[in-house]
């Protein structure tokens, strides 16, 4: 569609979400924004869509291009500000958007992490970004070692987010699942990263079957068919994961604390989210955001 008509689409489906999730007003003191949330989330959303995947580049493009659309859009610095405060907004609406599609009531999900650098790995003992934040880990699919965070992504069996975490690299890919699966039962896909004992049995507790790939010196008893039907649907996630690095640029860190790398984490996460509920709603396949709007 058009871009004028993918902007108002996106504006439509925010302000639906955000009139059922706010029914109080969200600041008890100071004044009232100029630009309304719903406009300024808008705004992130079909930013993203444009590849303007920075605070910057969102502010920049439509102050140049649709301000006659948003006459209120003030200065970067509180558009910044703004976008940055209604961080858990974005993440329910998110989740409602999911929960609309019924990514919660799938029974089937699939897990799946990803590396997000800080800085090359030779300048990380000088960087001063994340410092006590951030920290090293090893990228298997790059075969290379880096400094910064890592994503984990939840999908269902269609590619709807439905659950994620953003984490220090560090920490052990298996010690953040339970963070992410409270809202879902059934099969959960993995890789041999989430081989865990302990974590299947605990998964059992709250109905969820985790099946993983096995390594090479581990005997696998379960039919060989089933494992590659296992496998062959946990690409979806690889693809999922693909449209965020590729299009949303979500691998890349363009912030400078946690707070706004949250925000822009998310951001991403709630960008795609809205792209699949749009061709949800409009009958088209799901992860195909090649025709959702003319650029």
Request: charged share 25%; net charge neutral.
């Amino acid at each position: 569609m058009p871009v004028e008509d993918f902007i108002i689409t996106v504006y439509c489906c925010v302000a639906e979400s955000y009139g059922e999730l706010v029914t109080s007003p969200l600041r008890s003191r100071g004044f009232e924004t100029k630009l309304s949330d719903a406009e300024v989330i808008t705004l992130e959303i079909v930013g993203e869509f444009m590849g303007k995947d920075t605070d910057k580049g969102v502010w920049r493009y439509f102050h140049s291009h649709w301000h006659h659309w948003f006459p209120q859009l003030g200065s970067r610095a509180n558009f910044v500000k703004q976008s940055a405060n209604l961080w858990l907004l974005k993440e329910q609406m998110m989740r409602q958007l999911a929960r609309q599609m019924g990514a919660y009531n799938d029974s089937i999900h699939i897990i799946d992490g990803f590396p997000m650098p800080v800085c090359q790995l030779t300048r990380a003992a000088k960087s001063r970004c994340f410092q006590g934040e951030a920290g090293y880990s090893y990228c298997a699919a790059k075969d290379e070692k880096y400094y910064g965070f890592e994503g984990h992504l939840i999908i269902d069996s269609r590619g709807v987010l439905c659950g994620y975490t953003f984490a220090n690299a560090s920490i052990d890919e298996r010690d953040v699942v339970q963070d992410m699966t409270a809202d879902i039962s059934g099969l959960l896909i993995a890789d041999k990263g989430y081989i865990r004992p302990l974590l299947s049995e605990e998964l059992k507790w709250q109905d969820i079957d985790l099946q993983t790939s096995l390594r090479k010196n581990m005997k696998d008893s379960r039919d060989k068919s089933l494992v590659k039907q296992l496998m062959s649907a946990r690409r979806l996630v690889e693809t999922v994961i693909g449209q965020l690095s590729e299009q949303f640029h979500i691998e890349k860190i363009r912030a400078r604390d946690l707070w706004h790398a949250q925000n822009r984490f998310i951001r991403k996460l709630l960008a795609h989210t809205v792209g699949v509920f749009l061709n949800y709603s409009l009958g088209r396949q799901l992860l195909q955001f090649e025709a959702l709007v003319q650029i």
